[in-house]
């Protein structure tokens, strides 16, 4: 928790997706990181020092740039393929995304076809208490939001295999084929709904783009530091950089049911 931020009732709820709700995409990290290796050196003999250095500069990059949409990332491979020359093979940012997506979508696919046949069940992928604190908002009539960077129709197919789309009043990912930001356009339509006011929305997302979005428009903002293969606890990474972005409450997971409501405003009813 980095400060005692009140803010009354909360009246509506953004959530970040992956990594925040769901699971099913953890990992893209180990997926990214060897991919931009190969994009960037190509056929060069990149000597180890070289081969240190872009590892590093690579890391450093998917740190720094995590939460955002990915043809962002993908742009900025390009631009470093060009950069360092040693590939002839330079591709638009739109492929990189493509081959990045399949090879990405090969793991997500099989968790996703596991759900489908009942070999997975949803809890599998699921931060653990995501469901109880959806349903206590639910049962609150507080209507929710998700803001994601990755494509729309994936986004709803892969909240609807969870078995939480029917919680959310709107489901946003990042446009197919277009360069929009989804979550800054989802807030700011959030804010200039006439019946609501911008200090009754709370953010919770487990990366600092959503957490600097909901800053700059005065929103509440939650950090959600997890630890995306245990599904609970705190992971330290997400929560240097969450409480860098300022988030003005971090956990790790949702299963303090009670905290969650105290934090949003919510007393929580008699049984």
Not at 33 to 52: C, D, H, L, N, R
Not at 66 to 83: P, S
Not at 238 to 264: H, S, V, Y
Request: contains cysteine.
């Amino acid at each position: 928790m980095s400060s005692t931020r009140q803010i009354g009732r909360v009246k509506a709820v953004l959530f970040d997706f992956d990594g925040t709700l769901s699971t099913l995409r953890a990992g893209w990290e180990e997926t990214m990181a060897p991919f931009f290796k190969e994009a960037i050196s190509g056929s060069y003999s990149i000597t180890p020092e070289e081969s240190a250095l872009l590892e590093q500069e690579i890391e450093d990059y998917i740190d720094q740039s995590t939460g955002i949409q990915t043809i962002f990332q993908m742009r900025w491979l390009a631009e470093k393929v060009k950069e360092k020359g040693w590939n002839v093979e330079i591709l638009g940012e739109w492929d990189y995304k493509a081959e990045y997506n399949r090879r990405l979508l090969l793991k997500v696919e099989e968790r996703v076809r596991g759900l489908r046949d009942g070999l997975y069940d949803p809890t599998d992928f699921l931060i653990k208490g995501s469901e109880s604190l959806l349903e206590e908002l639910h049962k609150e009539g507080i209507p929710m939001y998700i803001a994601s960077g990755t494509d729309h129709p994936d986004v709803v197919n892969e909240a609807e295999v969870l078995g939480v789309k029917s919680y959310f009043k709107e489901i946003a990912g990042a446009p197919v084929g277009r360069a929009d930001c989804s979550k800054e356009k989802v807030i700011q339509e959030l804010l200039s709904q006439q019946d609501f006011r911008k200090e009754g929305l709370a953010v919770i997302g487990d990366g600092k783009v959503e957490i600097r979005l909901a800053k700059e428009n005065g929103a509440a903002a939650f950090g959600l530091a997890s630890d995306e293969i245990e599904r609970e606890g705190i992971n330290p990474i997400k929560q240097q950089r969450l409480e860098a972005a300022g988030a003005d409450r971090i956990a790790g997971d949702f299963t303090d049911i009670a905290q969650w409501l105290e934090w949003l405003g919510i007393s929580r009813r008699a049984e």
